[in-house]
Nanobody
Framework: VQLQASGGGLVQTGGSLRLSCAAS????????IAWFRQAPGKDRSFVAA????????VYTDSVKGRFTISRDNAKNTVYLQMNSLTPEDTAVYFC????????????????????WGKGTLVTVSS
């Protein structure tokens, strides 16, 4: 499975962006898909994830109410809608996937994901 993230760019504080994660094959309906990000000088961290079937959607606290993860199974694409962006959201964003049936305690772990795409850079100016 190959994943390709896109949609990053430069945006002002308070602006919005929508990131896309396109999969090379039919994965979005059966895989758990997640977004992670790596800010300058920091480790990569969890942002959001959606389990296959949509039975579980999880966000890190700092993006709750601002970011929304969704999927279009017909297009094999997962989206991350990001609103009310702040400079603290500046990072390289990565999408990841796994066939594992992750649960609440494991869905945030990077080691749980088998497939990773190259990142897309989001820069939020103040």
């Amino acid at each position: 499975v190959q994943l390709q993230a896109s949609g990053g760019g430069l945006v002002q504080t308070g602006g919005s962006l929508r990131l896309s994660c396109a999969a090379s094959e039919r994965t979005t309906s059966t895989y758990t898909i997640a977004w992670f990000r790596q800010a300058p000088g920091k480790d990569r961290s969890f942002v959001a994830a959606r389990r296959s079937g949509g039975s579980l959607t999880v966000y890190t606290d700092s993006v709750k109410g601002r970011f929304t993860i969704s999927r279009d199974n017909a297009k094999n694409t997962v989206y991350l809608q990001m609103n009310s962006l702040t400079p603290e959201d500046t990072a390289v964003y990565f999408c990841a996937a796994t066939t594992q049936g992750l649960i609440l305690t494991t869905i945030r772990r990077q080691t749980a994901y088998d497939y990773w795409g190259k990142g897309t850079l989001v820069t939020v100016s103040s």
